[in-house]
């Protein structure tokens, strides 16, 4: 049992913790709002997990944020948190309709405890680096479609904690592809299902996700104003 925790536990956090940015990860652009809160579902065949989080960026340059979500894991029936911060550096404006954007997460996972009343106990860390980019591929009115990818190369570790300070360890280090799209609706609301792929890991599991964004808050200008000349003295 634990040997298929610890294969979970390496991918549990690929896609319930994105760094939520704009265009390049399929999402309404922060300059309808500088804040950005949303939710995300994500299931696979071993456990589902569901999760909120808030994000804070401009029209261009770092931006970042925080999430909460919870993992139900079905094999054993218990269940575990886990918290992440993600961000990254909006590169360029979305001109001609696209935009790439490298991004970093950390996240770390408490539960689950006293698996099976074994008084065993279960925790995760992991970081993960990459890029994003997105596109404009349709634009109807108020509606927008944007298609997304990232890779990100991920170092996941696994403990096991037991009673009498017997700890089991594991650490693995693979790659991770993200796939999916955004609907943008009135460029605030953000629909975006994902396909997340763990590559060059053991008895890897692909995970779905869908998540639902909106930004809210003070505008961010897109470009900084033209700088006026200074008027000569009569």
């Known amino acids: 049992m634990y040997g298929r925790l610890s294969i979970i536990a390496a991918f549990s956090l690929i896609a319930a913790l994105p760094a939520h940015a704009q265009l390049c990860a399929g999402t309404a652009s922060y300059t309808t709002g500088r804040m950005q809160a949303g939710g995300q579902f994500l299931s696979n065949d071993d456990y589902s997990a569901y999760g909120v989080g808030l994000n804070v960026g401009n029209a261009r340059g770092v931006y970042g944020g925080v ?3 919870n993992y139900d894991y079905d094999f054993i ?3 575990g948190l886990t918290i992440g911060v993600g961000g990254g550096y909006q590169m360029r404006p979305a001109k001609q309709g696209f935009q790439i954007c490298p ?6 996972g408490l539960g689950p405890d006293n698996i099976a009343g074994s008084n065993t106990d279960m925790s995760t860390f992991q970081f993960s680096a990459g890029a994003l980019i ?3 591929a349709h634009r109807s009115g108020n509606m927008q479609i944007i298609p997304t990818g990232g890779l990100s190369i991920v170092n996941s570790k696994f403990t096991l904690s037991s009673p009498g300070g017997a700890n089991v360890e594991d650490s ?9 799209a955004g609907l943008v609706f009135n460029s605030v609301w953000t629909i975006r299902p994902m ?12 995970s779905v996700s869908l998540g639902v964004s909106y930004n809210f808050g003070k505008r961010a200008s897109a470009a900084k104003p033209a700088r006026q000349p200074a008027r000569r003295s009569r």
């Open 103 to 108: 991004v970093a997460a950390l996240g770390i």
């Open 77 to 79: 029936n218990e269940s």
């Open 172 to 180: 693995e280090t693979f790659l991770a592809i993200d796939l999916g």
């Open 134 to 136: 997105g596109v404009v």
């Open 195 to 206: 396909l997340s792929l763990p590559m060059g890991a053991d008895n890897r599991e692909e």
């Open 67 to 69: 999430q909460v979500a």
